[in-house]
Nanobody
């Protein structure tokens, strides 16, 4: 199984980026997918989760109203649209494939995810 993120980069505060996540070696559509991030010196934290169907989505309080998680069935891709980016959003962003088809109440728990990408760096300047 391979999970690959893309779309990171360097933006100024207030800017936008869209991250993409693709997976191979498994039926991507069978599983919930989440985005996590990790800033230097900090623990990895959950950003957002989307269920297999895409009907259920969850967000960390810190990104609600600014980030949107979505899925494109035809492209077999999951996205994280990030708007109104702030310097505190600077981190390595990881895509993670759940062991389940749904996002549980504790979707931000790392152990719920079986496969992880290598990450894509997002840097927001003030």
């Amino acid at each position: 199984v391979q999970v690959v993120e893309s779309g990171g980069g360097f933006v100024q505060a207030g800017g936008s980026l869209r991250l993409s996540c693709k997976a191979s070696g498994l039926t991507f559509d069978d599983y919930a997918v989440a985005w996590f991030r990790q800033a230097p010196g900090k623990e990895r934290e959950g950003v957002s989760c989307i269920s297999r169907t895409g009907l259920s989505t969850y967000y960390a309080d810190s990104v609600k109203g600014r980030f949107t998680i979505s899925r494109d069935h035809a492209e077999n891709t999951r996205y994280l649209q990030m708007n109104s980016l702030q310097p505190e959003d600077t981190a390595m962003y990881y895509c993670a494939v759940s062991r389940d088809s749904y996002c549980s109440g504790s979707w931000y728990t790392l152990q719920l995810y079986a496969y992880w990408g290598q990450g894509t760096q997002v840097t927001v300047s003030s």
